[in-house]
T-cell receptor, first 113, second 116 residues
């Protein structure tokens, strides 16, 4: 079946550290890949997306590259801030899925000043 | 443009009651999806509506139902509430430019349902 696996959290980093959150997927067909972020007490916000192999999504200093050969979509940021503390979700959809997002378990990120 | 709005934001019910949650999509968005978020199960897809028709349904019991109106607003209903239905219920809307593989879903803030 289709699934998304994320690294378990929480991930605790100091401000200005480099961030990587791993995400791998299993899918029948060619998925589109997404990273969403959920700040405390809020809903989900799209962070970035990529719809085909080798695409790079980027937003707010975060980047992720769609790697078909390794079925991965790792999230990276060069220098994190305290305000980046949140839960990050990797997700996929498939062309015929009628908008069903398949989610990873989420990774809680804690940034210490 | 206004974002996705959900009402109410918080709800407390007792076992056996029923509840209706409402979602207003972004103007011009025709697809509305619902998700349940719990600490144990994470995010799970409930159903998706387009043009007042349910096109896709997740693996939830029949106590969970929904509908969409002609103005794209959507409601979901949970009957005979159980303690395990306590969750954050999220609504998302999409413009639906294709079959759903590439379109972005925009989420509302959610309705926090507590069942006592």
């Amino acid at each position: 079946g289709n699934s998304v696996t994320q690294m378990e959290g929480p991930v605790t980093l100091s401000e200005e550290a480099f961030l990587t959150i791993n995400c791998t997927y299993t899918a029948t067909g060619y998925p589109s890949l997404f990273w969403y972020v959920q700040y405390p007490g809020e809903g989900l916000q799209l962070l970035l997306k990529a719809t085909k192999a080798d695409d790079k999504g980027s937003n707010k200093g975060f980047e992720a590259t769609y790697r078909k050969e390794t079925t991965s979509f790792h999230l990276e940021k060069g220098s994190v801030q305290v305000s980046d503390s949140a839960v990050y979700f990797c997700a996929l959809t498939l062309m015929d899925s009628n908008y069903q997002l398949i989610w990873g378990a989420g990774t809680k990120l804690i940034i210490k000043p | 443009k206004a974002g996705v709005t959900q009402t109410p934001r918080y709800l407390i019910k007792t076992r056996g009651q029923q509840v209706t949650l409402s979602c207003s999509p972004i103007s011009g968005h025709r697809s509305v999806s619902w998700y349940q978020q719990t600490p144990g199960q994470g995010l799970q897809f409930l159903f998706e509506y387009f043009s007042e028709t349910q096109r896709n349904k997740g693996n939830f019991p029949g106590r969970f139902s929904g509908r969409q109106f002609s103005n794209s607003r959507s409601e979901m209903n949970v009957s005979t509430l159980e303690l395990g239905d306590s969750a954050l219920y999220l609504c998302a809307s999409s413009q639906m430019t294709g079959t759903g593989g590439t379109d972005t879903q925009y989420f509302g803030p959610g309705t926090r349902l507590t069942v006592l």
